[in-house]
């Protein structure tokens, strides 16, 4: 049976889809911000990619438009990418991590995205 990896690997594969996210479909909306989201669940945690926000709950034209594209490229980015190499990737380089920057508010405002991670785990599961 396959060992799921562990938070900071999910952490750090999401990091990395949010990097891709940048990169493919331009910077966030203004006032908005691509983040790791955690959701407690009974069967324990989850992690998305999600557009967060503070102020009203109102997405505009050019918000759901980003979302889609996002959307798309994290689809064609899970057929593309090798999870498990870069897995392996990540625990080569845990030493040399970062601090975590700091992050918004908790009452934050969340429109997941998507999780990249939902991939790896379903082809881990092969």
Known sequence: MR?????DAI??????GIACLRR???PEP?????D???HEHDLGAYATISLVWEGPGVLFDEDWAYLDRCSQ???QLD?????ETLHTIRETRA???KPRRARWPTDRIVAAVSSAFAGAARKARR
């Open 30 to 34: 203004p006032g908005s911000l691509l």
């Open 3 to 7: 060992k799921w990896p562990d938070r």
């Open 11 to 16: 952490q750090f594969e999401l990091e990395f």
């Open 73 to 75: 490229t994290l689809a």
């Open 79 to 83: 057929e593309c990418v090798d999870w």
């Open 95 to 97: 030493k040399e991590s």
């Open 24 to 26: 493919h479909c331009g």
């Open 36 to 38: 790791v989201v955690w």
